[in-house]
């Protein structure tokens, strides 16, 4: 019998991209913060996948649900495999009002085997402080599914331990102090690189004129609302003209290793130095053949059937090849690619390279 192994590593190449990019996608306006809300409730409809007696807290909440409806349900009557515990959570953007909806993300923290086909029943969703933001309930969606079969194994597609409620929380209670646009406004940048907050700057200079922008911390760029626009009916329209404006970010040199799953992402200012390499690839391979072991004449010995187990050491010739000065990503992939190698060993060259001093970029391994 022959054991072969094989994986399966993908290799992603991010090509540089001159396309310009909205300060929109770039910055956001200090001031509209998001809130986290978050919530603990019961998903119910489950076919049988849901926690098991061994999760105590379950069974609490439902005899606790049953007892503000008038039941009282002794506890070892009380079955929970189509019942599971859930944490639900919500982002709330800055100033929603009453009567407005969010979607809603439902996980399990039991010993649920799936949230498929459940439904949230009605969840408070509190803020930091404890005050009831929103009100959640719904039909979730997982996404997949989970079909067990005998003897523990089973067929799932996706995660179905986790699920969405689409526009599933409302919003009970308006949030933020009332916001008015005064005369200068502070613009953070989502990405934090100085490079792009001197560009965004420029693009706003150019476009209002000459201080209209300056920085005030390496991320952070201070905008006077012009003259023109300082009328309280223009302040907004000056500021969707900001978030259409259009610059280049500056992208930082990263290479993304990803170890469990052999995924390599190679950003598009990445440099190789000129290097030689050396790679030989070791390969061992077992078999393993029956043999019938035959007693002799008149031993009063059994025939028995033996395993003959023989590996073999294969080593590929090693070479070395230099590698010249690659400036692009198309350069690099060219350069890795004339080593003949196989993709599972790209991760461990590119380790050996920043080890080296050759490669020109911040390798990051997940």
């Known amino acids: 019998m022959k054991k072969v192994l094989t994986v399966f590593i993908v290799l992603v190449w991010i090509t540089h991209s001159l396309s310009q990019v909205r300060v929109k ?19 119910t409809g489950l076919n049988g996948t849901g926690d098991t007696r061994r999760v105590t807290f379950t069974i609490q909440s439902v005899l606790n649900m049953l007892q503000r409806f008038g039941l009282n349900v002794p506890k070892q009557y009380v079955r929970m495999r189509n019942v599971a515990a ?8 800055a100033y929603v009002q009453k009567g407005d909806r969010l979607p809603v993300t439902v996980s399990s923290i039991g010993d649920a085997r799936s949230l498929e086909g459940g439904v949230l029943l009605l969840t408070p969703l509190v803020d930091q402080s404890g005050r009831v933001v929103a ?5 979730l969606s997982v996404g997949g599914f989970a079909v067990p079969t005998t003897g523990g194994g089973g067929v799932r597609q996706n995660h179905t331990l986790t699920g969405r409620i689409p526009n599933g929380a409302v919003v009970q209670s308006s949030i933020g102090k009332p916001f008015a646009l005064k005369d ?13 907050a001197q560009r965004v700057l420029q693009a706003i200079n ?25 009328e309280a009916d223009r302040r907004y329209a000056f500021l969707a003209e900001i978030e259409q404006l259009e610059v280049m970010p500056d992208v930082p040199a990263r290479v993304v290793i990803n170890e ?21 690839n070791l390969s061992v ?17 059994e025939t028995v059937v033996l395993p003959n187990t023989q590996a073999t050491v294969y080593q ?28 599972r060993d790209i991760i461990a060259i590119l380790q050996a390279l920043k080890e080296a001093g050759a490669l020109r970029a911040e390798l990051i391994v997940m």
């Not at 476009?207 to 905008?223: D, H, K, L, M, N």
């Not at 990445?270 to 030689?276: D, G, H, M, Q, T």
């Not at 010739?317 to 350069?335: D, L």
């Open 260 to 280: 469990r799953t052999g995924t390599v992402v190679v950003g598009g200012n990445v440099k190789i130095l000129p290097a030689a390499v050396a790679h030989g």
């Open 25 to 43: 996608d770039l910055s956001r306006l200090q001031g509209l913060e998001t809130y986290q809300i978050v919530g603990y409730g019961l998903v």
């Open 206 to 230: 150019q476009r209002f004129g000459e201080g209209t922008a300056r920085p005030i911390q390496p991320y952070t760029i201070q905008v006077a609302v012009p003259e023109a626009y300082r």
């Open 316 to 343: 590929d010739e090693g070479k070395m090849v230099t590698i010249e000065n690659a400036t692009t990503v198309q350069e690099v992939a060219q350069a890795l690619n004339s080593l003949g190698v196989m993709p």
């Open 285 to 301: 391979e077992i078999r393993s053949e029956p043999i019938v072991s035959q007693p002799a004449p008149f031993s009063q010995g």
């Open 86 to 93: 859930v944490m639900v959570t919500a982002e709330v953007p």
């Open 135 to 139: 009100m959640a309930q719904g039909a």
């Open 184 to 196: 200068t406004l502070h613009l953070s940048l989502t990405e934090k690189d100085v490079t792009t």
